[in-house]
Nanobody
Framework: QVQLVESGGGLVQAGGSLRLSCAASGPSFSSYAVGWFRQAPGKEREFVAA???????????YYADFVQGRFTISRDNAKKTVYLQMNSLKPEDTAVYYC?????????????????WGQGTQVTVSS
């Protein structure tokens, strides 16, 4: 099973950028789809972005509507890392961000379908 560790969170002003990293350990990382989710205080965990499995440089990606072109998910299989580049951050993006992995079958937006989760990294956007 893949183990995941997030990093890159922090405090940023509105309009700023952060890049989150999700480092994986374990075999066959390229065989897993990876998703980013977030959870704000008092709210349910929600889907942010996901990327399909596979070798090579192209991987299909998916985003929540609220991302609106501000975030980009990517993966580097050689480094066993998935990134979430977040630009034009808003105060409403404040949350704990989690990465998760799963076998690459079906839609990727459902958190319950993911098998492995990281511990989360806090993102705080000030106004």
């Amino acid at each position: 099973q893949v183990q995941l560790v997030e990093s890159g969170g922090g405090l940023v002003q509105a309009g700023g950028s952060l890049r989150l990293s999700c480092a994986a350990s374990g075999p066959s990382f390229s065989s897993y789809a990876v998703g980013w989710f977030r959870q704000a205080p008092g709210k349910e965990r929600e889907f942010v972005a996901a990327i399909r499995s596979g070798e090579g440089t192209f991987h299909r990606t998916y985003y929540a509507d609220f991302v609106q072109g501000r975030f980009t998910i990517s993966r580097d299989n050689a480094k066993k890392t998935v990134y979430l580049q977040m630009n034009s951050l808003k105060p409403e993006d404040t949350a704990v961000y989690y990465c998760a992995s799963r076998y690459d079958t079906g839609p990727l937006h459902d958190a319950q379908e993911y098998d492995s989760w990281g511990q989360g990294t806090q993102v705080t956007v000030s106004s």
